[in-house]
């Protein structure tokens, strides 16, 4: 069955550079949400979408911005990064029958 | 605000052994879905279980089965036939029922399984 796919799956950036990150939903999937889980921690909440348009938003540091296209798939764009930006940042997406909201495999995001 | 609460961080059962991972939660929603999901050392966050409130019987996938008490707002994950594959974090989580509400994770318990 097809997986929410992200890319890329590794980026190494520097201070005050710029950063996107793309996710593609599982076909059908109307849904989108972006994670970000630092070292050590549990995965925190960020901004998700809903038929193309912002639904919720959590935790989000006003540099980072995101947006749903109209082919369903989402990237989240960050600016000015900061060391504290690195961190696995994970997509996931749901169709609102189902409920459950199914984990792309991450973007490992490093800030040097 | 809910919050999700897991006390232990990390444990270790012997291979073959059941263990149980213990979660408590706090919200004031009646209905809302819990969930427990598994984060191997390759960090894809792979959905194991799933409850939802409502349903007073307790879900089970295979070897794994769930303890869900709703009055006392307990969800713990029990873990039967340990097998090495199973050692990873786990993060209880939790999800009010609105259609695109975002998931709430608990600090994770780390599991080891003894050969």
Known sequence: AA????????????????????????????????????????PQFLISFYEKMQSDKGSIPDRFSAQQFSDYHSELNMSSLELGDSALYFCASSFYISQTQYFGPGTRLLVL | ???????????????????????????SESDYYLFWYKQPPSRQMILVIRQEAYKQQNATENRFSVNFQKAAKSFSLKISDSQLGDAAMYFCAYRRTNRDDKIIFGKGTRLHILP
Do not use: F, N
């Open chain 2, 1 to 27: 605000a809910q919050t999700v609460t897991q006390s232990q961080p990390e444990m270790s059962v012997q291979e073959a052994e059941t263990v149980t991972l213990s979660c408590t939660y706090d919200t």
């Open chain 1, 3 to 42: 997986g929410v796919i992200q890319s890329p799956r590794h980026l190494i950036k520097e201070k005050r550079e710029t950063a996107t990150l793309k996710c593609y939903p599982i076909p059908r999937h109307d849904t989108v949400y972006w994670y970000q889980q630092g070292p050590g921690q549990d």
